[in-house]
T-cell receptor
Framework: AQSVTQLGSHVSVSEGALVLLRCNYS??????LFWYVQYPNQGLQLLLK??????LVKGINGFEAEFKKSETSFHLTKPSAHMSDAAEYFC??????????????FGQGTILTVHP | EAQVTQNPRYLITVTGKKLTVTCSQN?????MSWYRQDPGLGLRQIYY???????DKGDVPEGYKVSRKEKRNFPLILESPSPNQTSLYFC?????????????FGPGTRLTVL
């Protein structure tokens, strides 16, 4: 079975500061990893994804994440936070093979607050 | 515009009163799925459908039904809602089940069962 753990249900940063949202996964087979963002009263939007190849993945809105197999991690970062980054962020994993049938397994979410 | 739509967006109902939440996508996607979102638990899959007339249970299917009679529609049915089904529900679709296929999410339906 696969699982995702997001460390910290709430993260607060100042505008202009580094954003770091942590995600660790557990999977018996090589995983495909995703970060989604949910703005208030909206659905989920894909920020970035890791499938194969380069382990440093760049996404929209200046976010990036690095897949570290040895640490089973896929942390999300942004060098400089903007007020518009305030949202809830979800890490998710999908199996690379087997009977996954497209299922995404989500972490519990991290609410990012950005202070002026 | 390519999108996944859900109706209603907000619903307050009482225990035992049957309800249906509709989901429709206009992208000719084969795969559709329902999730519920609860604080501290993230999103959990309720049911999914690989194609027309092909549906299967996800992680939390108890108390829910689905149908897939047309490719574009995937309604979620609560035959006898209970308060523990109060949640935020999301429908999602993707072209296929492959890992390269991005899932597109609807705007969500906030359900309260009294």
């Amino acid at each position: 079975a696969q699982s995702v753990t997001q460390l910290g249900s709430h993260v607060s940063v100042s505008e202009g500061a580094l954003v770091l949202l942590r995600c660790n996964y557990s999977s018996s087979v090589p995983p495909y990893l995703f970060w989604y963002v949910q703005y208030p009263n909206q659905g989920l939007q894909l920020l970035l994804k890791y499938t194969t190849g380069a382990t440093l993945v760049k996404g929209i809105n200046g976010f990036e994440a690095e897949f570290k197999k040895s640490e089973t991690s896929f942390h999300l970062t942004k060098p400089s936070a903007h007020m518009s980054d305030a949202a809830e962020y979800f890490c998710a994993v999908k199996r690379a093979g087997g009977t996954s049938y497209g299922k995404l397994t989500f972490g519990q979410g991290t609410i990012l607050t950005v202070h002026p | 515009e390519a999108q996944v739509t859900q109706n209603p967006r907000y619903l307050i109902t009482v225990t035992g009163k049957k309800l249906t939440v509709t989901c429709s996508q206009n992208m000719n996607h084969e795969y559709m799925s329902w999730y519920r979102q609860d604080p501290g638990l993230g999103l959990r899959q309720i049911y999914y459908s690989m194609n027309v007339e092909v549906t299967d249970k996800g992680d939390v299917p108890e108390g829910y039904k689905v149908s897939r009679k047309e490719k574009r529609n995937f309604p979620l049915i609560l035959e006898s809602p209970s308060p523990n089904q109060t949640s935020l529900y999301f429908c999602a679709s993707s072209l296929g089940t492959g890992t390269y296929n991005e899932q597109f999410f609807g705007p969500g339906t906030r359900l309260t069962v009294l």
